[in-house]
Each structure stands twice: as C-alpha cells, then as structure tokens.
C-alpha cells in the first residue's frame, strides 16, 4: 500500500494564484520529500523536510510538516503556467533509509 | 554535466521477448533504483542496488532482473515473464545512503515501453 497519499489528485487554477497540495502518510519518518514531474519526463527533486522541521522555503515553495498528523503540505505561492506539472510526496517507508515510497501524486494545471 | 541518461526513450517488445534497458549515471552515486509509473499512477519500485554486486528487490519485482556489474550502470531487463509490461520505466540513483540519511534521489528523463 501507498506510504503517502496526496490530496487533491488534480488542481486547476489561473496564472498568479496559490497552489497548496496535501500529503498524508502512514508510519513515522525522518523526512519527507517532495518532487516535481513535468509531462513524460523525470522527477525532479523539490525540497526534503526532516522530522524535527515544521516549515522550509525554497523560492515560491513553501512546505510545511504535521508529524503529530502524520501530513505535509506544498504551497507554491504565484503560480506560473511552467508550473503544470504533477507533485508527488516521498517517504521513507517503515523509517529505512535505503528507499522511498512514492505517493499518487497531484496534477496541477495553470491556466494564463 | 552529471546526469542519469536512459535509453531509449521508447521500446517496443514483441511476445516472449525479453528487453533491456539501460541507465547509466556520472554522478559517482552508490545507490540506485528502478520504478515502474503507470499512467496516472505513482511510482512503484522494482529493484534497487547500494553498491556494486548487490541488489535488492523492490515492491513489484516479479518478471524484472537486474545487475550491478558497474557503479555507473543499472541495466533493467523486462523478462516474457512480466506480462503487462507496458509502461513507463524510471531510473534514479542517490549518494551513499550509510553516510546521508535519505538523499533527494536524482532521475533520468525514463524509458516508455510498449507490447507490439
């Protein structure tokens, strides 16, 4: 079954508006990641938040994390039409550090 | 520029064949993975390698093998065994794990294989 699951699995919204997407997982962490994927290519990694962390910037990203929850969220702040692209979290399942689980993902669309 | 490069981009397999497809990486990382994405899908992990001479399956490995000759090659071969193969495959790899907890894994841009 999926460590994380991400919520909405698909958002559409105007060039210049705020995108936030949910992640919800299952067992204890110590970090969680998040990854863009652009239509038929590769992830590309975003940002990894630790389990002592509650909220890390990078850019127009904002990611925030609930352990007590079990969630994190992604919050992209202006968005851009080069901003489409589906976002997936990733966690390290059952807390091994050799791997990750990958969740189903969120399809953003923005629209000029 | 360090990268992950698979080829090809698309392939096609006919019944009972088996097909191989290549990742190479020239980012001196240690650790690497194969994925399996189906379409509106996450991704699903079919082998993954530490080090050199040593793999491990993944959640679906059923029908796949793999082999860990080279720090810079993980080459994936779908066997007639796996009997819905199409799908998009994803290569990536990380620094070594023992030193960095859970390293941002790196991707190449993946391979989309068909059934003829």
């Known amino acids: 079954s999926q460590q994380g699951e991400e919520d909405p699995q698909a958002l559409s919204i105007q060039e210049g508006e705020n995108a936030t997407m949910n992640c919800s997982y299952k067992?204890?962490?110590?970090?969680l990641q998040w990854y863009r994927q652009n239509s038929g290519r590769g992830l590309v990694h975003l940002i990894l938040?630790?389990?002592?962390?509650r909220e890390k910037h990078s850019g127009r990203l904002r990611v925030t994390l609930d352990t007590s929850k079990k969630s994190s969220s992604l919050l992209i702040t202006a968005s851009r039409a080069a901003d489409t692209a589906s976002y997936f979290c990733?966690?390290?399942?059952?807390?091994?550090?050799?791997?990750?689980?990958f969740g189903t993902g969120t399809r953003l669309q923005v629209t000029l | 520029d360090g990268g992950i490069t698979q080829s090809p981009k698309y392939l096609f397999r006919k019944e009972g064949q088996n097909v191989t497809l290549s990742c190479e990486q020239n980012?001196?990382?240690?650790?690497m993975y194969w994925y399996r994405q189906d379409p509106g899908q996450g991704l699903r992990l079919i082998y993954y390698?530490?080090?050199?001479?040593?793999?491990q399956k993944g959640d679906i490995a059923e029908g796949y093998s793999v082999s860990r000759e080279k720090k810079e090659s993980f080459p994936l071969t779908v066997t007639s065994a796996q009997k819905n193969p199409t799908a998009f495959y994803l290569c990536?790899?990380?620094?070594?794990?023992?030193?960095?907890?859970?390293?941002?894994?790196?991707f190449g841009d993946g391979t989309r294989l068909s059934i003829l």
């Open positions: 067992t204890s962490i110590n970090n």
């Open positions: 990733a966690t390290p399942p059952d807390g091994t550090a050799s791997k990750l689980t």
């Open positions: 990536a790899s990380t620094p070594p794990i023992g030193r960095y907890s859970n390293q941002p894994q790196h």
């Open positions: 980012l001196n990382h240690d650790a």
């Open positions: 938040i630790r389990s002592n962390e």
């Open positions: 390698s530490q080090i050199v001479n040593d793999f």
